[in-house]
């Protein structure tokens, strides 16, 4: 079923790869890609943001061919080498709280439109002709899309087995993550592992679905020029029990012309709702919310009469949040758009969304219960898409650890 392939991946060489390799750019404020960019020339923020130095207006076009050009350079000074065989790469990360370790490999383009590799997030169209043009122009992908695969226990043992090898990397990261990398050319070995993953089936996309839907869209606007690199994209897979979900917290600038008390009247019409005053309240389960409101935190829990189970969108928390409070009380109708609401990772404290809150930023603070690998499945097998910012899923792949050329 799902198809897998080598590649010859660009990879820093094993001296500079502490150096290279990057968190996502996106990831960085103002003042720390600054930082970046000009005390270490060996970063990989330096292919991605080349003209720095010279912040001059360009078209993505011209921009992205200077990402190409840069990206030459560090091949060029041997900071980047590729790997002479085609391979897969076995990561590890461990971090304060988790370990992970996946594969990298190929993926199908054909799966992918076949719905053998699954989605459960919609894409935003100006965003994939973006990275899908990126992806051209640059000629390269470093970012690969995380995906899961059920447990198994014959690929668990062979990652038991292959990791008790030195390893071709380990370093560590600035924000104390540990990374490991295990180089695979074998074919024997690489042979059985796409037999067993084509045993296996679907693969269900956690994170990175604009950059799957880009890779399918330049290889059907390129295929006739007969680069196999293009029927593939880079992809981090790893076991369903592997993977970390958190949820998103939401933030909310006003109570939609309501006070207090007739806004709390109102979300009684739905649940229970409990003060429990300043003390911090984090819900330990399905369909309890809480709240941060003036000062005080509140349970929500949703009453049995209207808990909805006719499809599995409808018993999904954030989905709730947005029929019953966010969009008939709040008023917010478009939940990527509309500036009156922000989104916190539930990898940060619920101490955010109070000092968010505090600041009078915003007027109040919703936590969520984080889904589930089973629920992202059951969305995605049902051919059904999650509500936007449902899912904050970890780990996080570093930008110039593996590169994919094109």
């Known amino acids: 079923m799902a198809k897998i392939t080598p590649f010859k991946a660009v990879r820093p060489t094993r001296d500079k790869v502490s150096l290279v390799t990057s968190r996502s750019y996106e990831e960085y404020s103002a003042a720390e890609l600054a930082s970046q960019l000009d005390f270490n020339p060996l970063s990989f923020l330096h292919v991605l943001n080349p003209a720095y130095t010279n912040q001059q207006k360009n078209t993505f076009e011209k921009r992205f061919k200077q990402v190409s050009q840069k990206y030459q350079e560090f091949k060029e000074e041997h900071i980047l080498a590729q790997d002479q065989k085609p391979s897969i ?72 087995q292959k990791k008790q090898a030195v390893p071709d990397f380990e370093f560590s990261a600035t924000n104390k993550d540990i990374h490991y990398l295990w180089k695979i050319d074998n074919e024997t070995e690489i042979q059985w592992l796409q037999k067993t993953f084509e045993e296996i089936g679907d693969l269900y996309i956690a994170d990175g679905h604009h950059r799957s839907a880009s890779a399918a869209l330049l290889y059907e606007q ?31 600038k006003d109570l939609n012309g309501l006070i207090k008390v007739e806004f709390l009247k109102k979300l009684q019409e739905h649940f229970f ?51 019953y409070v966010l969009l008939p ?41 984080p889904s589930n690998i089973n629920e992202i499945k059951k969305v995605a097998d049902a051919n059904l898409i999650m509500p936007p910012k449902s899912t904050y899923i970890e780990p996080k792949f570093r930008s110039g650890l593996v590169v994919y050329e094109l």
């Open 273 to 323: 709702v409990e003060i429990k005053q300043e003390k911090l309240f984090q819900p330990a389960e399905k369909h309890i919310f809480g709240m941060y409101l003036d000062g005080e935190f509140y349970s929500l829990s949703l009453k049995s009469d209207k808990k909805r189970a006719t499809t599995v969108l409808n018993d999904l928390d954030a989905q709730i949040l947005y029929d």
């Open 329 to 369: 009380i709040l008023g917010i109708e478009d939940l990527r758009n509309d500036e009156r609401i922000e989104y916190i990772p539930g990898k940060q404290s619920v101490l955010d969304v109070k000092a968010k809150v505090d600041s009078e930023e915003f007027e109040v603070g919703f936590i969520l219960f």
């Open 89 to 160: 790469y076995l990561h590890k990360i461990i971090t304060k709280t988790h370990k992970f370790i996946g594969i990298i490999v190929g993926t199908s383009v054909e799966d992918y439109k076949n719905n053998i590799i699954k989605k459960h997030e919609d894409t935003i169209e100006y965003r994939v002709d973006l990275f899908k043009d990126y992806i051209k122009y640059a000629g390269f992908n470093t970012e690969p899309v995380l995906m899961t695969y059920p447990d198994n226990l014959a690929i668990e043992r062979w990652i038991l």
């Open 222 to 252: 390129e295929k006739q020029s007969g680069n196999d690199n293009l029927k593939f994209f880079m992809s981090f897979l790893i076991a369903e029990s592997n993977v970390k979900i958190y949820e998103y917290n939401r933030l909310i």
